[in-house]
């Protein structure tokens, strides 16, 4: 168990509609990752928060937005969704930010589009 | 573009061999290359990191070569065992930022 949770673990929604992902880092790190893994494409980074700022953004979709809240547990919103956005979501914590900073992963949430 | 190249994709070993598996990195500022090993169903679980600085790391019956000069590093996994058989998915991570660029992953098959 790395610390990390998710929620929901799945998910199933139809074309168009917006869904709300959940994730509370392990205690301490304030540093949260999204990760967006799919068959064809791999672990994709989509963006990372630290300390409840925008740090860095990867390959997220307009579509898709996320925060952290000061009690440091993350939200990713995905809006107008398409069956293409079926896919694994996971979250990462880490103490800082350095780049050298282990990640730990949380167990992700299956989204399926229909 | 993909950042980190893996090969193999998939990968048959039998018990007591060893299994390899390489990855390979164009961008220089790349200073912190993790591996991470994934069982169906669950997250990423971080196997084994090295830094540049290093050429090997050994941790049990796993290791990380780096040859920095290739751009290369792979993982080495000796005496595989069936518990072995899993996802390995490779990434470099640059200062500052902490963003991983992982490989595309290698499905391992430890045959008893």
């Known amino acids: 168990d790395s610390g990390v949770t998710q929620t929901p673990k799945h998910l199933i929604t139809a074309t168009g509609q917006r869904v709300t992902l959940r994730c509370s880092p392990r205690?301490?790190?304030?540093?949260v990752y999204w990760y967006q893994q799919s068959l064809d494409q791999g672990l994709q980074f989509l963006i990372q928060?630290?300390?409840?700022?925008?740090?860095a953004k990867g390959n997220i979709l307009e579509r898709f937005s996320a925060q952290q809240f000061p009690d440091l547990h993350s939200e990713l919103n995905l809006s107008s969704l398409e069956l293409g956005d079926s896919a694994l979501y996971f979250c990462a914590s880490s103490t800082r930010t350095s780049g050298r900073d282990e990640q730990y992963f949380g167990p992700g949430t299956r989204l399926t589009v229909t | 573009q993909q950042q980190v190249k893996q090969s193999p994709q998939s990968l048959i070993v039998q018990k007591g061999g060893i299994s390899i598996i390489n990855c390979a990195y164009e961008n220089t500022a790349f200073d912190y290359f993790p591996w991470y090993q994934q069982f169906p169903g669950k997250g990423p679980a971080l196997l084994i990191a090295i830094r540049p600085d290093v050429s090997e790391k050994k941790e049990g019956r796993f290791t990380i070569s780096f040859n920095k000069s290739a751009k290369q590093f792979s993982l080495h996994i000796m005496d595989s065992q069936p518990g072995d058989s899993a996802t390995y998915f490779c990434?470099?991570?640059?200062?500052?930022?902490?963003?991983?660029?992982f490989g595309t992953g290698t499905s391992l098959t430890v045959i008893p």
């Open positions: 990434a470099a991570s640059m200062v500052p930022g902490n963003q991983f660029y």
């Open positions: 205690s301490g790190d304030l540093s």
């Open positions: 928060y630290y300390n409840g700022e925008e740090r």
